[in-house]
């Protein structure tokens, strides 16, 4: 029988802009990560660890945003762009201001980069091996209301998990059936961290099924690119 997944949230301190000491904060409040937990942590205190942030009153937001999107698409009848970046429709590029004291907080600079810096504190601090690392973001879905998780960084684990060739419950071979889990595990978790003033910015699961462990870069795995997205009718005249 299977254990049951557990979400476990994390109360932490509030870190403060511009910049603060992630790992110290880590160091703080996580006291028990288990072998084969996946940790889940907001983007905005991965980027506020890295000084990835800007006092709002000396610059231009949307001169940010434009530079920062990988693809922006305008939108005479909303205030902002429609932009992409780290492969997903994100609002604003990342670039946040809630929770933040007055200073605009970017996503981090490689969040593959600071998953995988993270990962290794992991190991090392609870003498573990096999441990994922998820940076999750907040973004909006067409034809939904409300905000739900999406990751923009991840390490230590198998992002997608493949059902191609496996038979349904009448034996039906499956042709294209692929379970996106690192996505599933971050809307999860931001649903728990909570979006107002929660200072829940860390989820641990715990017992979560189908997972499967590398020490490499999938980001290839879970990224599919313009060429081959079956959704690119939507942007596809915005590429440049």
Sequence with gaps: MLATMELIAIKTRRMEPPKDDLFAVLDESLAHVQEGDVVLISSKIVAIGEGRTVEASTVNKQELVEAEATLSIPRSYWKSPLTVVANAFIGTAGIDESNAGGYLVFLPEDPFASSKQIHTYLKERFNIHKVGVVVTDSHS?????????????????????????????FGRALQIEQSNLVDGLAAAATLVMGEVDECQPVVIARNVPGLSWTEENRKDVSYVQPEDDTFRVLYEKYIK
């Design 141 to 169: 879905q067409p034809l939904r209301r409300g905000a739900l998780g999406i990751s923009v960084g991840f390490w230590g684990f198998e992002p997608v998990v493949n059902h191609i060739g496996k038979e349904d419950l």
